[in-house]
């Protein structure tokens, strides 16, 4: 396969598209001490070779600024000429663009992802029993029940990809690390926004679920 340049339209396109999920996550508190990091895959696509625009490491993500978003390549590294850094997250990226070829990957750290990744650390996923928003995941069956996988986290950021490849599911289109945050990806950024929300929405359903039943059984 010949890999045809990236057009300026759709690297500005790719841009735009960040920069509005940007805005709209900052405003919901997502990105608290600026951590997350969203990413939007642009032009050809082959496992061993592709390119996506990621948010810069270490930048309050409620600010827009010309400092916002770099292009990298397969391996996380930039493509153009930058001071930026990409995030050192940007390694997940790459492997989930890898394994899974999709379009966009968000990244975010919300208390409720981080609450039910140690609640459940010990089976390694968050269970969910015949919630409506599993459809989200174009899952259709009646009283579907999934299970979200929950990785290490380390420091060392490529200690946490091989345990990210060996549990990508694909039926599950995310992945949390254990008292971190989640991983959601989508063919585009309107499917990897749609899957990042309904995986919220989960957690936060989870975790009441959990706290109401403890309460139940504590009277
Ligand atoms: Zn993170």
Redesign the pocket.
Same mark, same amino acid.
């Given at each position: 396969m010949s890999f045809q340049p990236i057009t300026t339209e759709d690297k500005a396109r790719a841009f735009d598209e960040l920069r509005e999920i940007k805005s709209l996550f900052a405003s919901r508190g997502w990105f608290a001490g600026t951590?997350?990091?969203l990413s939007v895959r642009v032009g050809d696509y082959a496992p061993e070779q592709f390119h996506f625009a990621v948010t810069a490491s270490g930048k309050d993500k409620s600010k827009e600024t010309p400092e916002d978003f770099l292009f990298v390549d397969q391996t996380g590294k930039p493509v153009e000429a930058t001071g930026l850094k990409p995030s050192a997250?940007t390694l997940i990226h790459c492997e989930i663009y890898r394994q899974t070829g999709c379009g966009a990957i968000f &990244?975010v750290?919300t208390v409720f992802n981080n609450l039910v990744s140690e609640r459940f650390w010990e089976r390694r996923s968050v269970p969910v029993d015949g919630v409506e928003l599993i459809k989200a995941f174009n899952i259709w069956e009646e009283e579907a029940h999934i299970d979200i996988p929950i990785v290490s986290n380390y420091a060392e950021i490529p200690r946490i990809v091989p345990e990210v490849i060996e549990r990508l599911d694909s039926r599950i289109p995310g992945i949390l690390?254990r008292k &971190?945050?989640i991983y959601a990806w989508g063919a585009n950024a309107f499917e990897a926004k749609r899957h990042i929300e309904a995986f919220e929405f989960l957690f936060e359903y989870v975790y009441r679920w959990e706290l109401l039943n403890a309460g139940v059984a504590g009277k």
């Open positions: 951590s997350g990091n997250e &990244h750290h690390l &971190h945050g």
